[in-house]
T-cell receptor, first 113, second 118 residues
């Protein structure tokens, strides 16, 4: 099955700085990579995703890049704000025809005002 | 539009006691998922339903866990008897039909039920 590694486990930045979270995956057949944000006491919420036919996708202050050769993908948050503080999870599909995500262990992002 | 509803939000029980969690998915979502999230980790799938049929339950500990989704809408996840290691957040999620590996529909998660087994 799929193995997803995520790092760092914690990331502390000053407001306005950029934050980068990286993930690697093991199954070369994987072709869909979502990122989730989980705030305290809430369930994960999809914030951006990328499919294997593109190398980069942007949505305002967040972007995701994908390197299929190296089997890694990254989340980039620019101009961080305190409300960006949360736990972020990457995911990749488990093997098989239907999409069951295998999640990384999460990155706790703290943005200091 | 209402999101995924779960109850209770918190549950504290003693080991060997039974416990049940309830989930109401987003209206029109045929696919329903139950995940377990241990502290400091990502969610792990326990079971997935397509309408009322359980199509992926390979990670569900069947000796003590059971689930049902009568009429293909609400779902209940039960643990009997609970063990100390079952302490976790149990998340329910729903999505439109999964169209196979080339068509991924967004999963919407509920707030979860935090279970503490003493």
């Amino acid at each position: 099955g799929e193995n997803v590694e995520q790092h760092p486990s914690t990331l502390s930045v000053q407001e306005g700085d950029s934050a980068v979270i990286k993930c690697t995956y093991s199954d070369s057949a994987s072709n869909y990579f979502p990122w989730y944000k989980q705030e305290l006491g809430k369930g994960p919420q999809l914030i951006i995703d990328i499919r294997s036919n593109v190398g980069e996708k942007k949505d305002q202050r967040i972007a995701v890049t994908l390197n299929k050769t190296a089997k890694h993908f990254s989340l980039h948050i620019t101009e961080t704000q305190p409300e960006d503080s949360a736990v972020y999870f990457c995911a990749a599909p488990s093997s098989g025809g239907s999409y069951i995500p295998t999640f990384g262990r999460g990155t706790s992002l703290i943005v200091h005002p | 539009e209402a999101g995924v509803v779960q109850s209770p939000r918190y549950k504290i029980i003693e080991k060997k006691q039974p416990v049940a969690f309830w989930c109401n998915p987003i209206s029109g979502h045929n696919t329903l998922y139950w995940y377990r999230q241990n502290l400091g980790q990502g969610p792990e799938l326990l079971i997935r339903y397509e309408n009322e049929e359980a199509v992926d339950d390979s990670q569900l500990p069947k000796d003590r866990f059971s689930a049902e989704r009568l009429k293909g809408v609400d779902s209940t996840l039960k643990i009997q008897p609970a063990e100390l290691g079952d302490s976790a957040v149990y998340l329910c999620a729903s999505s439109l039909d999964q169209g196979g590996s080339s068509s991924y529909n967004e999963q919407f998660f509920g707030p979860g039920t935090r279970l503490t087994v003493l």
